[in-house]
T-cell receptor
Framework: QQQVKQSPQSLIVQKGGISIINCAYE??????FPWYQQFPGKGPALLIA?????SEKKEGRFTISFNKSAKQFSLHIMDSQPGDSATYFC?????????????FGQGTTLQVKP | EAGVTQSPTHLIKTRGQQATLRCSPI?????VYWYQQALGLGLQFLLW???????NRGNFPPRFSGRQFPNYSSELNVNALELEDSALYLC?????????????FGDGTRLSIL
């Protein structure tokens, strides 16, 4: 119930293409879903986040789509660039009885080919 | 605005020794979180401190401990080091302990156990 399952494990996309990373969860108590981007040798950087009352959120080339009934959410990177090559993590957190902890997916390594 | 800073960047220890890792949160942030990022295991929640108190801990043995100082900086102590403790230890901070506050990460301390 505490897991967040992320797929695919790795992804290769051509420059200008769309990168899509999917996550699924089971615990309906989760109410905050952030995405993080991590470059080698750096810590995860918050990219974009969504709450269950919104079905889609867009920030620049990054869009989160959220399907509450299916308990799934996904990150879309439009017009993917070589500079987007990084590891992406989805995460979830419980709102009520705040435990503080983020539960992370296993990560997706994205390579954008020039 | 300075981000979350962690020291040291790298730490090499031998089995059985003790390690101390330090974290300074973003100015104004009162909550500090510790995560372990071990190869193949993703990011695992370790500890959460807020206003000097331990608020939650993850599924780690008691030899992982820490504290938060009056200036909100934090220390993570790992006693009786084992080979499996080799990992990147990440600190994050947030503005208060409420669940709607995003967590911002530092670049971590790479702990290597020989």
């Amino acid at each position: 119930q505490q897991q967040v399952k992320q797929s695919p494990q790795s992804l290769i996309v051509q420059k200008g293409g769309i990168s899509i990373i999917n996550c699924a969860y089971e615990n309906t108590a989760f109410d905050y879903f952030p995405w993080y981007q991590q470059f080698p040798g750096k810590g995860p950087a918050l990219l974009i986040a969504i709450r269950p009352d919104v079905s889609e959120k867009k920030e620049g080339r990054f869009t989160i789509s959220f399907n509450k009934s299916a308990k799934q959410f996904s990150l879309h990177i439009m017009d993917s660039q070589p500079g987007d090559s990084a590891t992406y993590f989805c995460a979830a957190r419980r709102g009520s009885s705040n435990t503080g902890k983020l539960i992370f997916g296993q990560g997706t390594t994205l390579q954008v080919k020039p | 605005e300075a981000g979350v800073t962690q020291s040291p960047t790298h730490l090499i220890k031998t089995r059985g020794q003790q390690a101390t890792l330090r974290c300074s949160p973003i100015s104004g942030h009162t909550s500090v979180y510790w995560y372990q990022q071990a190869l193949g295991l993703g990011l695992q929640f370790l500890l959460w401190y807020d206003e000097g108190e331990e608020r939650n801990r993850g599924n780690f043995p008691p030899r992982f401990s820490g504290r938060q100082f009056p200036n909100y900086s934090s220390e993570l102590n790992v006693n009786a080091l084992e080979l499996e403790d080799s990992a990147l230890y990440l600190c994050a901070s947030s503005l208060g302990r409420y669940s709607n506050q995003p967590q911002h990460f530092g670049d971590g301390t790479r702990l290597s156990i020989l």
